[in-house]
């Protein structure tokens, strides 16, 4: 079964970090892009941050840059965000895809295979 699973949400203070992670079963990450994403309530679904398949290239939204990091691990047919100096409009289910088209990084329309998502909640 061709499964992403996230892991690594939960409650933080503002400023504080979270590493989320993004593993791969039923098939290899290494051929794909990898792509973070995120929803808030009410909201509609927003790109985060885009690994291409070798790891050479990264693409972060202006909002993360600076803060957050994306890397892969192929051996371990992982992903990871670390996220740092979190605020509380980060705040939001974070989910992680994989490339499905050449379209651009932060078009959730272009990408398959989605987790369940992994719930951030950043708050005093």
């Known amino acids: 079964q061709v499964q992403l699973v996230e892991s690594g949400g939960g409650l933080v203070q503002p400023g504080g970090s979270l590493r989320l992670s993004c593993a791969a079963s039923g098939f290899t990450l290494d051929y794909y892009a990898i792509g973070w994403f995120r929803q808030a309530p009410g909201k509609e679904r927003e790109g985060v941050s885009c690994i291409s398949s070798s790891g050479g290239s990264t693409y972060y939204a202006d909002f993360v840059k600076g803060r957050f990091t994306i890397s892969r691990d192929n051996t371990k047919n992982t992903a990871s965000l670390q996220m740092n100096s979190l605020k509380p409009e980060d705040t939001a289910i974070y989910y992680c895809?994989?490339?499905?088209?050449?379209?651009?990084?932060?078009?959730?329309?272009?990408?398959?295979?989605w987790g369940q998502g992994t719930q951030v909640t950043v708050s005093s």
């Open positions: 895809a994989v490339a499905r088209t050449g379209s651009r990084w932060n078009d959730p329309t272009a990408f398959g295979s």
